[in-house]
């Protein structure tokens, strides 16, 4: 079930949230609960009830293996604790690396050792691997004697809560169980309604509008490379910059639309998405896109690996390590590898040049905004390029767009804008510049739409800026984007002008539903 979908906005989403608090108010929270986490079975099951055997059999075992723990560290059984820590995390990856790893692993060896091994296509089910990073996580604070016992009902709500279950955020058990055992959060706030209501519209505004609308520029393109065609300059940087901004807006909806809900419910999701694309460099990117994966990565790998605690060389040896696997964790294939391999070295570099700079006393170029100009646009076009991996089919299509991207396939507008523009014929002979027929309102249209998302991604605020009375905001290095004026003005208020603001978006995105679409994120 998709949250821009008709039946999720008008049946699923208003009876859930009813009866949930007609059953805390008249059979108590424990009721509640066992409702709350039976219709997150429910909306995880519509698309496939047979889903649903994995996710209960994984919630049964790690619960039973966490509390198995906890017991044995209470009677100090400490070899025991270690022994059923390593299955859980043994059973967890099994379970994702078979799922989703399997035939890559097939295919690849087939290719290496010539052999034929055959394999029947495994489907991936939806969204495992944030339930079971989720439940690591949770295994990995058990073993550390952070978690104590509770009950199961309570364990199933912090893996299945529909809000986050398919794509996210990625929460601890820590920040999410009491505030489903809070007793305030078990009566409605019209506060929490109408807040969760703005934010999820805006979210739903995001998806409908900007990143739908962004695929019909970004597809084509990328289609084309997979079909083994040429690609020109303006092409394709048109569907890397579309694919850009389809991806952001994509995935900043769906994680305003989760936060939104779960706000509903009075539960405060942590914030997963701040604006990354206003980042000067891809240490801040890392910071502000995903953020809640970021933590993980962090928090079970790379400082599992030694972190930077032993010397400069193992340092970068883990970052790389720990972006790759971020990037396999995205998919089951080797453009996601070479995508987390890129963002990996890009980490390194930025971690060489800060040391650089402070060595040589080069703080100050910090304070200069020519500098700051200068560090996101480098920052940016990293990125852009990391995403032509990660979005293509393989590599051979990455490389393509690559190709188109940085002219090796010469630079050609399309003849209706080339012919207006013969004052410039001179300039456009000196560079090679070229004509094809046809495609003129394709890249008028484009690069029209390219420019308008990106003027509200760098220059208006997000929505915890526009939501900053209400909810969470962040802060994050040296601005270069600041929107002190714009982020003044909107603010949101309640009073009758964002009443009617947020009426029209609302009613704007719902007659977008027509053209429903999945989320980006829910493939991997």
Same mark, same amino acid.
């Given at each position: 079930?998709?949250?821009?979908?008709?039946?999720?906005?008008?049946?699923?989403?208003?009876?859930?949230?009813?009866?949930?608090?007609?059953?805390?108010?008249?059979?108590?929270?424990?009721?509640?609960?066992?409702?709350?986490?039976?219709?997150?079975?429910?909306?995880?099951?519509?698309? !496939?009830?047979?889903?649903?055997?994995?996710?209960?059999?994984?919630?049964?075992? !790690?619960?039973?293996?966490?509390?198995?723990?906890?017991?044995?560290?209470?009677?100090?059984?400490?070899?025991?604790?270690?022994?059923?820590?390593?299955?859980?995390?043994?059973?967890?990856?099994?379970?994702?690396?078979?799922?989703?790893?399997?035939?890559?692993?097939?295919?690849?060896?087939?290719?290496?050792?010539?052999?034929?091994?055959?394999?029947?296509?495994?489907?991936?089910?939806?969204?495992?691997?944030?339930?079971?990073?989720?439940?690591?996580?949770?295994?990995?604070?058990?073993?550390?004697?952070?978690?104590?016992?509770?009950?199961?009902?309570?364990?199933?709500?912090?893996?299945?809560?529909?809000?986050?279950?398919?794509?996210?955020?990625?929460?601890?058990?820590?920040?999410?169980?009491?505030?489903?055992?809070?007793?305030?959060?078990?009566?409605?706030?019209?506060?929490?309604?109408?807040?969760?209501?703005?934010?999820?519209?805006?979210?739903?505004?995001?998806?409908?509008?900007?990143?739908?609308?962004?695929?019909?520029?970004?597809?084509?393109?990328?289609?084309?490379?997979?079909?083994?065609?040429?690609?020109?300059?303006?092409?394709?940087?048109?569907?890397?910059?579309?694919?850009?901004?389809?991806? %952001?807006?994509?995935?900043?909806?769906?994680?305003?639309?989760?936060?939104?809900?779960?706000?509903?419910?009075?539960?405060?999701?942590?914030? !997963?998405?701040?604006?990354?694309?206003?980042?000067?460099?891809?240490?801040?990117?890392?910071?502000?896109?995903?953020?809640?994966?970021?933590?993980?990565?962090?928090?079970?790998? %790379?400082?599992?690996?030694?972190?930077?605690?032993?010397?400069?060389?193992?340092?970068?040896?883990?970052?790389?390590?720990?972006?790759?696997?971020?990037?396999?964790?995205?998919?089951?294939?080797?453009?996601?590898?070479?995508?987390?391999?890129?963002?990996?070295?890009?980490?390194?570099?930025?971690?060489?040049?800060?040391?650089?700079?402070? %060595?040589?006393?080069?703080?100050?170029?910090?304070?200069?905004?020519?500098?700051?100009?200068?560090?996101?646009?480098?920052?940016?076009?990293?990125?852009?390029?990391?995403?032509?991996?990660?979005?293509?089919?393989?590599?051979?299509?990455?490389?393509?767009?690559?190709?188109?991207?940085?002219?090796?396939?010469?630079?050609?507008?399309?003849?209706?804008?080339?012919?207006?523009?013969?004052?410039?014929?001179?300039?456009?002979?000196?560079?090679?510049?070229?004509?094809?027929?046809?495609?003129?309102?394709?890249?008028?249209?484009?690069?029209?739409?390219?420019?308008?998302?990106?003027?509200?991604?760098?220059?208006?605020?997000?929505?915890?800026?526009?939501?900053?009375?209400?909810?969470?905001?962040?802060?994050?290095?040296?601005?270069?984007?600041?929107?002190?004026?714009?982020? !003044?003005?909107?603010?949101?208020?309640?009073?009758?002008?964002?009443?009617?603001?947020?009426?029209?978006?609302?009613?704007?995105?719902?007659?977008?539903?027509?053209?429903?679409?999945?989320?980006?994120?829910?493939?991997?």
């Amino acid at each position: 079930m998709l949250f821009n979908s008709y039946i999720f906005i008008f049946a699923f989403l208003p009876i859930t949230y009813a009866i949930y608090f007609i059953l805390a108010k008249y059979l108590g929270g424990e009721k509640a609960i066992i409702f709350l986490v039976l219709s997150s079975l429910f909306f995880y099951s519509w698309w !496939n009830p047979t889903y649903l055997i994995l996710m209960l059999c994984s919630i049964g075992f !790690n619960y039973f293996i966490g509390e198995t723990i906890v017991k044995f560290l209470k009677q100090k059984n400490f070899r025991f604790a270690k022994l059923l820590f390593v299955i859980g995390i043994i059973f967890n990856l099994g379970l994702l690396g078979y799922f989703k790893y399997a035939n890559f692993f097939i295919e690849n060896f087939n290719t290496v050792f010539d052999t034929h091994i055959k394999l029947d296509k495994i489907i991936l089910p939806l969204a495992i691997s944030f339930f079971t990073f989720q439940q690591i996580a949770y295994l990995v604070d058990t073993y550390k004697g952070i978690t104590e016992e509770f009950k199961f009902f309570h364990y199933a709500l912090f893996v299945t809560f529909f809000p986050q279950l398919i794509a996210g955020p990625i929460v601890h058990h820590k920040e999410m169980l009491p505030q489903f055992l809070k007793m305030e959060n078990m009566k409605p706030r019209l506060e929490h309604i109408l807040v969760g209501l703005t934010i999820f519209s805006l979210g739903l505004f995001k998806k409908v509008v900007f990143a739908d609308s962004s695929a019909q520029y970004s597809t084509p393109v990328f289609d084309l490379a997979n079909t083994g065609e040429t690609l020109s300059f303006f092409v394709a940087w048109g569907g890397a910059l579309s694919y850009t901004f389809q991806l %952001y807006f994509d995935f900043s909806g769906y994680s305003d639309m989760a936060i939104g809900i779960a706000r509903m419910f009075g539960i405060h999701l942590p914030v !997963n998405f701040f604006s990354p694309y206003k980042a000067l460099n891809i240490i801040e990117f890392w910071r502000r896109w995903h953020i809640t994966l970021s933590r993980f990565l962090r928090d079970y790998i %790379y400082i599992s690996l030694g972190g930077n605690r032993k010397g400069n060389t193992r340092r970068y040896t883990n970052l790389l390590t720990t972006m790759l696997l971020g990037g396999l964790w995205h998919g089951a294939g080797w453009t996601f590898v070479l995508w987390g391999g890129l963002h990996g070295l890009y980490l390194v570099i930025n971690h060489i040049w800060h040391y650089f700079k402070n %060595y040589c006393g080069m703080q100050f170029l910090d304070n200069y905004s020519l500098w700051k100009l200068f560090s996101w646009l480098i920052t940016f076009i990293c990125v852009i390029n990391a995403w032509v991996f990660f979005r293509a089919d393989n590599i051979s299509s990455a490389l393509r767009i690559l190709e188109g991207m940085y002219g090796l396939n010469g630079i050609s507008l399309p003849n209706a804008i080339y012919t207006r523009l013969d004052n410039l014929k001179s300039i456009f002979d000196t560079f090679g510049i070229t004509s094809y027929i046809g495609g003129g309102s394709q890249f008028i249209f484009t690069y029209l739409w390219v420019g308008i998302l990106l003027f509200i991604s760098l220059m208006m605020p997000n929505t915890q800026q526009i939501m900053s009375r209400y909810s969470e905001i962040n802060s994050f290095g040296h601005a270069l984007f600041n929107q002190g004026v714009a982020s !003044n003005i909107l603010t949101f208020r309640f009073n009758s002008i964002w009443a009617f603001i947020m009426s029209g978006i609302l009613i704007l995105s719902i007659f977008g539903l027509a053209r429903v679409s999945e989320f980006l994120y829910f493939q991997f």
